[in-house]
């Protein structure tokens, strides 16, 4: 549902623009078409790349295979691999959280819960090769590193607050 | 025309870095991520070979991401032709760019919590800003707010977890967020002038 409705907008704004644009300047949009047309072709061993990942992780780490691993952790270990599975995992926000309820339900601690939202919604460890190839490598590693250090200590002081 | 000289010389500051590493350097790097690329459908090949339960798992998915992307990437590199096009540089650095202060922070913090799409799609746009002269602790707001911070997020967050977990867990990651842009922005000016240096 979320995916369709980012479907529509973004496709009627980009036709609606381009439309716009056509009328003001004909040079001008000629020229953005074809920045758009290299951008997806510079972009496009990324998504093979992509395509293939996300099919092995959704087919053999299923989300039952997750709860198992996390069902009742807690501690250090746990958070490690709640983080961890997280950056590696790409899962939409709307199924994510109910696994992580269902997590806690069935004893994971809190600290295990944010640890794994916090990583799968700041790192994507499968979308690396569009990071980088659009904002460069260090930038990228940097933003992910910190990312992970920035989840795993969310967590640990959720676990002392909540 | 002064845009242009302008896109121009920034090109050439780019290409500094790039310079020094053309012509084998950047073939060993092709082939280098050519290798990549035959390794992970290698790998595909041979564990959906070893686990045939899997495949129509992994099939499923990569099919239905493809379609995303068909639907999605298309329109999204559309728009930041269009942007390149038409958005002036001065612009960008003047609402983004380093004089631009904590509004510039808090204006990278709302275009990322802004309820849109996937990361993915925001790579592109952090690059064409960033290429606009946009300072890097922003793109990193920017990308870190699309990221994590999603006002219909919150929302589900609250019915799962309770709104204490939310209100704890946005501020914190609001906070940090902040804080890790300013971090990775000075470490990308501290080993730029290391590059110039050596």
């Given at each position: ?162 | 025309?002064?845009?242009e000289k302008n896109s121009g010389n920034k090109q050439a500051g780019i290409d500094l870095k790039g310079n020094s590493k053309t012509g084998m350097q950047k073939q060993k790097k092709k082939k280098g991520s050519i290798i990549i690329f035959i390794g992970i459908i ?157």
């Amino acid at each position: 549902m979320q995916i369709n409705n980012t479907v529509i907008i973004i496709n009627v704004l980009a036709i609606s623009a381009i439309g716009f644009s056509f009328y003001k300047n004909r040079e001008k949009s000629i020229k953005a078409l074809k920045v758009a047309l290299m951008g997806t072709l510079n972009m496009a061993p990324a998504i093979g790349i992509i395509l293939i990942l996300v099919g092995l992780l959704m087919g053999f780490f299923k989300p039952e295979l997750i709860s198992k691993l996390l069902g009742n952790q807690s501690g250090i270990i746990g958070i490690a691999i709640a983080s961890i599975s997280g950056a590696i995992l790409m899962i939409p926000s709307l199924v994510a959280f109910p696994l992580a309820a269902s997590l806690v339900e069935s004893g994971a601690s809190v600290s295990v819960a944010a640890a794994f939202i916090t990583t799968l919604t700041m790192i994507g460890f499968v979308t690396l090769p569009i990071e980088i190839k659009e904002i460069g490598k260090r930038l990228t590693f940097l933003r992910n590193g910190v990312s992970f250090i920035i989840a795993v200590s969310i967590a640990l002081i959720m676990g002392a607050l909540v | 025309m002064k845009k242009e000289k302008n896109s121009g010389n920034k090109q050439a500051g780019i290409d500094l870095k790039g310079n020094s590493k053309t012509g084998m350097q950047k073939q060993k790097k092709k082939k280098g991520s050519i290798i990549i690329f035959i390794g992970i459908i290698a790998a595909a090949v041979i564990l959906l070979a070893l686990y045939p339960e899997n495949r129509v798992a992994s099939f499923q998915a990569s099919y239905d991401l493809f379609i995303e992307f068909i639907l999605i990437l298309p329109a999204v590199m559309v728009l930041m032709g269009l942007f390149s096009v038409w958005v002036r540089k001065e612009t960008v650095v003047k609402y983004l760019g380093h004089a631009s202060g904590i509004k510039g922070l808090i204006i990278a913090l709302i275009m990322g919590m802004m309820p849109t799409g996937p990361l993915y799609i925001a790579f592109p746009m952090a690059s064409m800003l960033l290429k606009k002269g946009a300072r890097v602790a922003n793109i990193i707001i920017f990308l870190s707010a699309w990221a994590c911070i999603k006002l219909p997020q919150e929302l589900v967050e609250i019915r799962f977890m309770g709104i204490k977990f939310m209100i704890i867990r946005l501020g914190f990651t609001i906070i940090m967020v902040i804080m890790m842009g300013l971090f990775i922005e000075k470490i990308e000016k501290l080993s730029k002038h290391h590059i110039t240096e050596n």
